[in-house]
């Protein structure tokens, strides 16, 4: 009796161990995997538009605030997106526009009539770049490694279980160097994230927070970014009156930016 039981426990040992791989393969998707699931929580699929309002503090007082019109869709040639912003606020900048298509970023005054080619690292307002207003595909730009399974504070200052993702560039369209990228291991939603330099300097931390329904999903509608040397240097980005909405091609083109209206 006691040799059968060494017997079928010997059995269930070997079946066990034989399927253990199996599941753990089957139940943890792959880093890159992890990253896509997390840009589609960010960003919507269809093409749509968006008010991007940006404000920057020093030292916890308001110091600067910019408003723009966000409209962006993925283009059928790579998978990534392109973005139009046209400035709405303040008056000065009124009628600006900004254009990423493809590896190009151009920035169009109405009243010179003349774009320019500009940098995504470049300040847009406060500690927000260029690149961090624009839409991005990260699963696209960056190839990631799970670093580490661990508990964090989001950026509403709730412990959340989180995969933390390695993300090093991929190609000439990434706007950063690498980016250490935070998510929620039940959800894949977006918690926090670092960004650095060819150096590795940290350039800013960002948390991702105010989750709202936005065109079919719970997605963050507020950015907080923070200084990498200055963390009393802070800008909130807010994304507000999503809208879905059919958006032509030729909108994101260098040419068609002085024949541009607005709606």
């Not at 624009?134 to 799970?146: C, E, G, L, P, S």
């Not at 709730?158 to 990434?174: H, P």
């Amino acid at each position: 009796m006691q040799m059968r039981s060494r017997f079928f426990g010997f059995i269930a040992k070997l079946v066990l161990g034989s399927l253990l791989p199996w599941s753990m393969s089957y139940a943890a998707p792959s880093a890159q995997a992890i990253l896509a699931a997390s840009d589609a929580i960010r960003n919507p699929s269809e093409p749509f538009k968006v008010q991007v309002t940006l404000t920057e503090f020093d030292k916890g007082q308001q110091v600067d605030t910019s408003t723009l019109v966000s409209y962006a869709r993925v283009l059928e040639s790579g998978g990534q997106f392109a973005s139009l912003l046209r400035f709405q606020q303040p008056a000065r900048d009124a009628g600006k526009l900004m254009l990423k298509a493809g590896n190009d970023l151009w920035f169009y005054d109405p009243g010179t009539k003349a774009s320019v080619r500009i940098s995504p690292q470049q300040r847009l307002l406060g500690q927000a770049a260029n690149g961090d207003v624009i839409t991005v595909n990260f699963a696209r730009d960056y190839k990631a490694t799970i670093a580490a399974d661990e508990m964090i504070q989001d950026g509403e200052r709730k412990n959340r279980r989180a995969f933390k993702l390695a993300l090093t560039s991929a190609n000439e369209d990434a706007a950063y160097a690498s980016v250490e990228l935070w998510v929620d291991a039940e959800n894949s939603s977006p918690l926090k994230a670092r960004f650095f330099a060819d150096s590795a300097r940290l350039l800013k931390t960002v948390f991702y927070r105010r989750y709202e329904s936005q065109l079919g999903a719970k997605r963050p509608t507020e950015t907080v970014i923070i200084d990498g040397l200055n963390p009393q240097s802070v800008t909130i980005v807010r994304f507000s009156d999503f809208v879905a909405r059919n958006i032509p091609v030729s909108w994101f083109q260098r040419d068609y930016l002085p024949r541009f209206q607005p709606d």
